[in-house]
């Protein structure tokens, strides 16, 4: 069964510092791994999909990386600002067809301060 | 993009009663859905996994005749929390896939509703 841990489960910074998430999981047999940021009380919205060929995605201050062969993926935010306080969740997809399921991680709460 | 619509987005109800939770793919077809369900400050928990036309799937522990998962079309599925209790307050959340019939028709995509906080007294 496959399981995914995120590190921190919470990380306070001020503005302005470049951050890392730590995103593992238990089962390296994936098609792609997912981050998501998730704002109190919202939905969820796609940052960053990486397919299991790949190495990172990049979108704006925002890059994940993916080693898949130890089960690891880390995002990185550069220059971080208070708009970008929200939990991040990565979630791991089985395999392609339409009715495979994500596994989510429990989430990294961020707090940029002002 | 591929959207997908959540409703209510907000529900209180009293003990006992039922609630129905929509989820409609706006401009794609949803040939799967999943609903999830989250308690504060934990991660997703994926509760039930429904194809168009066929009965849903369920995770373990999930109660089926608790929470009916209704995918009759391409693009509704519904989830109903019968005779709802305290304990069942949660925030939901569906997602769906398929391929879009739109702009980038034929592309695969998988969509997260805005979710449904369900408060039961």
């Known amino acids: 069964k496959q399981e995914v841990t995120q590190i921190p489960a919470a990380l306070s910074v001020p503005e302005g510092e470049n951050l890392v998430l730590n995103c593992s999981f238990t089962?390296?047999?994936?098609?792609?791994l997912q981050w998501f940021r998730q704002d109190p009380g919202k939905g969820l919205t796609s940052l960053l999909l990486i397919q299991s060929s790949q190495r990172e995605q990049t979108s704006g201050r925002l890059n994940a990386s993916l080693d898949k062969s130890s089960g690891r993926s880390t995002l990185y935010i550069a220059a971080s600002q208070p708009g970008d306080s929200a939990t991040y969740l990565c979630a791991v997809r089985p395999y392609e067809t339409s009715g495979s399921r994500l596994t989510f991680g429990e989430g990294t709460q961020l707090t940029v301060n002002p | 993009g591929a959207v997908v619509s959540q409703h209510p987005s907000w529900v209180i109800c009293k003990s006992g009663t039922s609630v129905k939770i929509e989820c409609r793919s706006l401009?794609?077809?949803?040939?799967?859905m999943f609903w999830y369900r989250q308690f504060p400050k934990q991660s997703l928990m994926l509760m039930a996994t429904s194809n168009e036309g066929s009965k849903a799937t369920y995770e373990q522990g999930v109660e089926k005749d608790k929470f009916l998962i209704n995918h009759a079309s391409l693009t509704l599925s519904t989830l109903t929390v019968t005779s709802a209790h305290p304990e069942d307050s949660s925030f939901y959340i569906c997602s769906a896939t398929g391929r879009t019939s739109g702009r980038m028709k034929g592309a695969n995509v998988l969509t997260f509703g805005a979710g449904s906080r369900l408060t039961v007294l």
């Open positions: 401009d794609f077809q949803a040939t799967t």
């Open positions: 089962d390296s047999a994936i098609y792609n």
